[in-house]
């Protein structure tokens, strides 16, 4: 399938890519990868984390060690602002998107 893009004056690169995002209707599969990408980097828990699920604002994880599942709740609120922070500053992050957005709970098990 091949999107036109209509070009009338210079457009900037950032904007062909949130037109081609739109377009594809791939902003909800690409918010749960890039919310998924946030964890890895501001936990730091990546290599522990066994399971990833995001659905409605809360962010399931499920990690192999009980030790690091235990240190990670009591961060649960700053992580969870971290993250946010992380995804803000993300272009590839769609914020306006209604099915998945920024992360509001996090959940360990």
Same mark, same amino acid.
């Given at each position: 399938?091949?999107?036109?893009?209509?070009?009338?004056?210079?457009v900037?690169?950032?904007?062909?890519v949130?037109?081609?995002?739109k377009?594809m209707?791939?902003?909800?599969?690409?918010? %749960?990868q890039?919310?998924?990408?946030?964890?890895?980097?501001?936990? @730091?828990?990546?290599?522990? %984390?066994?399971?990833?699920?995001?659905? @409605?604002?809360?962010?399931?994880?499920?990690l192999?060690?009980?030790?690091?599942?235990? =240190?990670?709740?009591f =961060?649960?609120?700053?992580l969870?602002?971290?993250?946010?922070?992380?995804?803000?500053?993300? %272009?590839?992050? %769609?914020?306006?998107?209604?099915?998945?957005?920024?992360?509001?709970?996090?959940?360990?098990?």
């Amino acid at each position: 399938m091949a999107v036109k893009i209509h070009r009338k004056e210079a457009v900037r690169m950032d904007q062909l890519v949130e037109a081609f995002i739109k377009s594809m209707r791939i902003a909800a599969g690409l918010n %749960t990868q890039r919310v998924f990408a946030a964890w890895d980097a501001c936990s @730091g828990a990546g290599p522990y %984390t066994l399971k990833r699920f995001y659905r @409605g604002g809360k962010l399931y994880i499920t990690l192999n060690s009980s030790v690091i599942r235990s =240190q990670l709740y009591f =961060q649960r609120d700053v992580l969870i602002e971290k993250m946010n922070a992380f995804l803000a500053q993300d %272009t590839l992050f %769609t914020a306006d998107n209604r099915s998945v957005g920024f992360i509001q709970e996090l959940i360990l098990k």
